[in-house]
């Protein structure tokens, strides 16, 4: 009888289980999640439709990722990686440190108009305060630190705690992104990087005899008051 069905499902195109192995699954998988999040949102796509998508059975995604949200916790982790790549190529043609702090705004911009998907699940879901997530979150933050840093060591920005300025030119260039990937703006794409680069220009050179008062001096998290940001935590210092 056996033999009579499987010859039955070869000759009449019978369906058979799709085996769970796949020669690089997990890639696949992320690739799938990164194209159903762009066509139903962070928050609307299951497992289920990203294994079928990916042509796997529906169990096999969870040899890799325990469920729905560490398989986003990874497209997430792959977002801040390559936006950590975007800032540090973009700002590689830069003279002077102004000019590389410039262009790493122009990078994040970039980033987020070539990786929507990825920009979405970094920063529009809550974080599951999973150290790997944080850890790169950071590296994307101590990026843009440090131009920041070179800009005031150059005296183009002002001196002292680097912090505010930092989350000053995160925020411009965030909200620029975010406008741009959500059809906000009217412009192209290419016209999107210039406006960034505009912006980031005023920013500087607006920046430049800027007075930090105490108040706006930002610490390491301790117990207390805290405020949680897609690339770092930090506390408010009093």
């Known amino acids: 009888m056996l033999f009579v069905s499987t010859l039955i499902a070869t000759f009449f195109g019978m369906p058979r289980k799709r085996p769970y192995h796949h020669p690089n699954l997990r890639k696949a998988l992320l690739e799938a999640a990164v194209i159903l999040i762009g066509e139903v949102g962070p928050k609307g796509f299951t497992i289920r439709e990203v294994a079928r998508r990916a042509g796997v059975s529906h169990n096999a995604p969870y040899r890799h990722f325990r469920d729905k949200d560490e398989l986003l916790e990874a497209v997430a982790i792959e977002g801040f990686q390559r936006l950590t790549d ?131 001096s930002y610490k390491r998290e301790s117990p207390g008051k805290t405020e949680k940001n897609g690339l770092r935590r930090v506390t408010s210092a009093q």
Not at 114 to 133: A, C, G, K
Not at 139 to 157: D, P
Not at 183 to 203: I, K, M
Request: charged content about 20%.
């Open 86 to 216: 975007a800032m540090k190529k973009g700002s590689v043609a830069g003279k002077t440190a102004a000019e590389r702090l410039r262009l790493c705004g122009r990078g994040y911009v970039d980033f987020a108009l070539h990786w929507p998907q990825h920009f979405l699940v970094m920063f529009d879901l809550p974080s599951r305060e999973l150290p790997r997530n944080e850890a790169v979150g950071e590296n994307a933050f101590q990026t843009l630190l440090g131009f920041i840093m070179e800009s005031q060591k150059e005296g183009t920005l002002p001196a002292g705690d680097p912090h505010p300025l930092a989350l000053m030119a995160w925020s411009m260039v965030h909200g620029i992104a975010k406008l741009a990937i959500s059809g906000n703006l009217p412009y192209t794409s290419r016209q999107v990087l210039d406006f960034t680069q505009h912006a980031s220009e005023a920013f500087v050179s607006g920046m430049g005899n800027l007075k930090w008062p105490g108040k706006f």
